[in-house]
Each structure stands twice: as C-alpha cells, then as structure tokens.
C-alpha cells in the first residue's frame, strides 16, 4: 500500500512540477513582448520620418500632413494592444473604424505599430528608400528579439492594413485637387496685399491650403483670429509704427536676439544669395520642431510607447488644424510683410535678419502652430514642465531650456518680430488663435477609455 502511495505522490508531484514548469517558462517564451514595448523604436521612426521631410523640402503645412498620417496609423496599429486606451475611429473627420486583429492571435503590435507608421510615411515623402532601410534596421531589432515567425508574420500584415485604411482615408482630404489649383493672384494695384519677397521672389505658397479637410475641427474658419491694424502709408499711423517698429528692433539687435530669431527660424528652404552664386539652407519645419519637443517630452516622462504614441498624434492634429486654420486667415487678409512695406515706405536698403518666407503676413504660421503644440503637451505634460529643447544643434546652434511649454511658444512668437518677419500683431493674434485650437483638439481627442 505504502510503496502504491509512493508512486502516486511521485506521479502527482511529476504533474504539478511540469504544470509549474510551464507557468515559469511561458513569459520567457514571450519575453519578445516586453522588448517590443521599448518607445525608442517608435521615437526612432518619428524622427527618421522628420529627417526625410527635411531632405525632400516639403512645406511646413504640408509637412504636418505627413506627420499627422503617420502618426495616426502607428496609433491606430498599437491600440489593440492596450485596452485601456480607444480608437480615433469617429473622432477625426472621415476616419472609419481600421480592420480589427484576428480574435484568439497573438501579435507583437508594437511591430505592427512601427510597420504603419513607416508604411504611410514612406508613401507620402519622396525619398522612400530611405525610409525602407530604417524599416529593415528597426524590424532587424524586431527579429533579434525572437519572436515567433508566425507571430512576425501576423504583426507585419496587420500593420500593412492599417496603413492601407489611413492612406485610403488620405486621399479623400482634397489634398491632390489642390496641386493642380490655380496659382495664387497677385493684386498688383493695391499696395496693402502681400507681393513677393527677396531673394526668390516665389510664388504664393500653398494659397488653397485651407481647402483641406481638417483632422478634428469643423472647418477653416470655425476660430476667429484679431485683424490686423489697419493699413495705412502715412506717417504716425498705426499700421506705420508697427512697421518701424519692426524695422528699428532689426537694426538695433543684441547678439541674443539674434540668437533667439535664428533658433526659431525653421524655414525649410532658406535661398543663400552670394554675388551670381545660390545655395539652399535645408533646415527642420517648424512643425518638426515641436514633433521633436514632443519626444522630449515623452522621454524626459518616461512615457511608455503608447504614451508616446499618444503625444504624437495629438500634436501632429493640433499642427495640422492651426495651420488650416492660419492659411485661411493669411490669404483672407492677403497682408503685406514688414520687408515689403519697410522697403517701400522707410528703407529701400533695409533686411529682416531671417528670410521672409512665400505667403502673406497674417497671421504668423509658427506662432499659430507653436501656441496650439505648447497647449497639447500642456494638456498631456503640465503647465510647468521643464524641458531642454536640443533640436538645432544639428545646424550648429546650442541647446535651450525652456520653463515650460507656453514659454518656449511665446519666445517663438517674439523671435518672428526679432527676425523681422512678422508685426507684433501678427505674433500675438497667431498665438492667441493657437493657444484656443490646441486646446480644443487635445479636448476633442479621446484616446483613453
């Protein structure tokens, strides 16, 4: 009996060792889950993405279309994975629900989040081998983590039908109808209407911009932005003392102005103008520039990958909206630039220290679009959230700390004026306007459940 009891305890406690066996050894068996939820791969493609829009000079509204896509893709590709968090299906305009994980499956879907992300970006930018050998770099890293083949397999194909229903969902914002609109005309005979600038001389840019369908408001117009002063020659006259204004703040600049224009200059194609001889200065947009405080931000936190996944479509939404909503305003009032004025009315010889881009004055489009980033992070980081902004020191400019997020698009609205781009009018009405779009897209996004 003893020796039958024996061997029965043996048998069982051979079960139970086996059963306890497998439970210990299956999170090792998916130990590749954990590894995958690592945000450096999803910061890594945001800015590999940024490094394209650079090279391939997209236009800063433009470029915020690509940020805008991507981002939601490698969102909507990583939302199955965290229940606690919610589609943007039915919440940005015209977006449909995406195809669904097959019930019962295992997928890795951070992979899937970074195979939409770079699938979309590289369909909309030009230089798409470059985005294809990041693809291989960061899916090499997928696959050194030991995921199953299957596993792969199912991720990759899921994040290909994502991609696939946010680019379907792309092509209906009206944004291919507006490369064949007309050109923008020029009203010649009155002197308050924006004309061309030094030293391109180029064509309005993007005048049909507020024809896009927005992301999360309901049309160009629904914020109302402060007029601009009155426009007026004579001397003393309001509109002529901004005008000086701009232009005795560009002769009178310390090296720190200067310093603070130039930080924010952002101007994607700067045209350098030597005797017969022209360059192009390729710099980061000023929508690239508050993507990469938006990494900052998630890094300095800590934030998880859907976090950080979070933070980049939300602010992509809030850039995309503030510069449909500026565009409008900039050719409803058709202003003329402080350089046009000033040379015609003050000074012939007369230069802003920073170029001055192709579209009209009002409102500024960095200060509009910085206001409405500054209010998305606040909403998702706080209103005093220290950070060290290292964007520019690729083009040889140091490092700024900034106190907070309002600080940092405040001292961008000031830089337009030190740079003599931009009235004082200009500056506060677009920060004004931007500071309400941000928060009512970071409102309006619903991400958690």
């Known amino acids: 009996m003893m020796k039958h009891l024996n061997k029965l305890t043996v048998f069982c406690l051979l079960i139970m060792l086996a059963v306890w066996s497998d439970c210990t050894t299956a999170p090792t068996d998916k130990a590749y889950q954990q590894k995958a939820l690592n945000a450096s791969f999803y910061h890594a ?34 939302v199955p994975g965290f229940p606690g968090y919610k589609s943007l299906a039915g919440q940005l305009n015209g977006l449909t629900p995406c195809p669904k994980p097959e019930a019962g499956k ?69 944004y291919a109808q507006t490369r064949s609109a007309p050109k923008f005309t020029i009203e010649t005979k009155n002197p308050a209407r924006w004309r061309p600038t030094p030293p391109m001389y180029g064509d309005a840019l993007e005048p049909h911009w507020s024809e896009i369908r927005p992301w999360v408001i309901d049309s160009a117009a629904q914020f109302k932005n402060d007029p601009p002063v009155a426009f007026d020659t004579k001397k003393g006259s309001d509109f002529y003392k901004q005008a000086l204004e701009v232009y005795e703040i560009g002769k009178n600049l310390t090296e720190d102005q200067k310093a603070t224009a130039w930080y924010w200059d952002d101007n994607p194609f700067a ?20 993507m990469n405080i938006a990494a900052e931000a998630c890094r300095k936190s800590n934030a998880d990958i859907m976090k950080s996944a979070e933070t980049y479509v939300k602010v992509a939404c809030a850039l995309t909206d503030a ?54 992070l606040e909403k998702l980081y706080g209103e005093q959230f220290e950070f060290t902004d290292s964007t520019e020191t690729e083009f040889g400019l140091p490092a700024r700390t ?13 830089s337009r004026l030190l ?9 506060e009405a677009g920060l004004k306007c931007g500071k309400e779009i941000g928060y009512y897209v970071s409102d309006r996004i619903k991400t958690k459940e």
């Open 271 to 290: 045209m350098e103008v030597q005797g017969h001889l022209s360059f192009a200065r390729k710099k980061i947009s000023p929508g690239g520039h508050w």
């Open 323 to 376: 510069f449909i909503v500026c565009w409008y305003e900039k050719y409803k009032t058709n202003l003329i630039r402080p350089e046009s004025y000033i040379n015609q009315y003050i000074d012939p010889d007369w230069q802003p220290l920073i170029q001055t881009p192709p579209f009209p004055e009002h409102t500024s489009g960095h200060s509009t679009i910085s206001s409405a980033a500054a209010s998305v």
């Open 106 to 174: 295992d997928y890795c879907y951070p992979l899937a989040s970074a195979n939409a992300l770079l699938t979309v970006g590289k369909q909309l930018v030009f230089s798409e081998g470059d985005v294809q050998e990041l693809k291989e770099q960061i899916f090499d890293d997928f696959k050194a983590m030991g995921i199953p083949q299957d596993v792969y397999d199912r991720s990759m194909a899921y994040g290909e039908q994502v991609a696939k229903h946010i680019l379907t969902w792309s092509k209906s914002d009206n």
């Open 402 to 414: 900034f106190s907070s997020f309002r600080v940092a698009s405040d001292e961008v609205g000031k």
């Open 419 to 427: 740079g003599g781009i931009h009235y004082r009018r200009g500056n």
């Open 45 to 78: 493609g945001v800015k590999r993405i940024t490094d394209i829009i650079r090279h391939d000079i997209f236009a800063p509204p433009v470029s915020a279309r690509i940020y805008a896509y991507s981002a939601i893709a490698g969102y909507e590709a990583l």
